[in-house]
């Protein structure tokens, strides 16, 4: 069956950055895109962007243009989510999914905490 | 761009039906698909409908989806609820962008 497998909680300090890698299994890897959704502490989802496991073509949300950067590996069938320049606010559960338009699986999420 | 407005809570007794709305602000709500994920507490999202009204395999058929231009909305309709079903539920469309639009959310209370 299909599966996305994400890689372990992170602690980072501001002004930092984090790369969450997000492993699939269980289908052709380049067939579909990697989406990224976070979601902060008690709140909602917010869409990040996504990468074309194809052919590297990205689409980022507007807010996070210029500190996010999405990438695939397809030799691994693993897809990666670099964000820097960390602020406090960026602290989120951060999940990867299968699909463009819509979402389905999502990977187990990965807790991102950035405190001082 | 346009936003998806969801209420922020709604409560049911099981057995009943429920409706959960989300509301386009601008745009034809028929420009692009809406999908609908239920959230339970410490877990991921998943898929309970897609492109609308489409229901995944597995996912029971008391959970339908439909979209009502005149309103511009759409809806999540659960019916015979079940303890299980309390969740929280998130509407999500795309602009003209390719780029994901999630309502706010709405928790649901089966009490």
């Known amino acids: 069956q299909v599966q996305l497998v994400q890689s372990g909680a992170e602690v980072k300090k501001p002004g930092a950055s984090v790369k969450v890698s997000c492993k699939a299994s269980g289908y052709t890897f380049t067939s579909y895109g990697i989406s990224w959704v976070r979601q902060a502490p008690g709140q909602g989802l917010e869409w990040m962007g996504w990468?074309?496991?194809?052919?590297?073509?990205?689409n980022y949300a507007q807010k996070l243009q210029g500190r996010v950067t999405m990438t695939t590996d397809t030799s691994t069938s693993t897809a990666y989510m670099e964000l820097r320049s960390l602020r406090s606010d960026d602290t989120a559960v951060y999940y990867c999914?299968?699909?463009?338009?819509?979402?389905?699986?999502w990977g187990q999420g990965t807790l991102v905490t950035v405190s001082s | 761009n346009f936003m998806l407005t969801q209420p922020h809570s709604v409560s049911e007794s099981p057995g009943k039906t429920v409706t959960i709305s989300c509301t386009r602000s601008?745009?034809?709500?028929?420009?692009?698909?809406v999908q609908w994920y239920q959230q339970r507490p410490g877990s991921a999202p998943t898929t309970v409908i897609y492109e609308d009204n489409q229901r995944p395999s597995g996912v029971p058929d008391r959970f339908s989806g439909s979209i009502d231009s005149s309103s511009n909305s759409a809806s999540l309709t659960i019916s015979g609820l079940k303890t299980e079903d309390e969740a929280d539920y998130y509407c999500?469309?795309?602009?003209?962008?390719?780029?994901?639009?999630f309502g706010g959310g709405t928790k649901l209370t089966v009490l």
């Open positions: 990468i074309s496991a194809y052919n590297g073509n990205t």
């Open positions: 601008s745009g034809s709500i028929a420009s692009n698909y």
């Open positions: 999914a299968t699909g463009r338009s819509w979402f389905d699986p």
């Open positions: 999500q469309s795309y602009d003209s962008s390719n780029r994901g639009v």
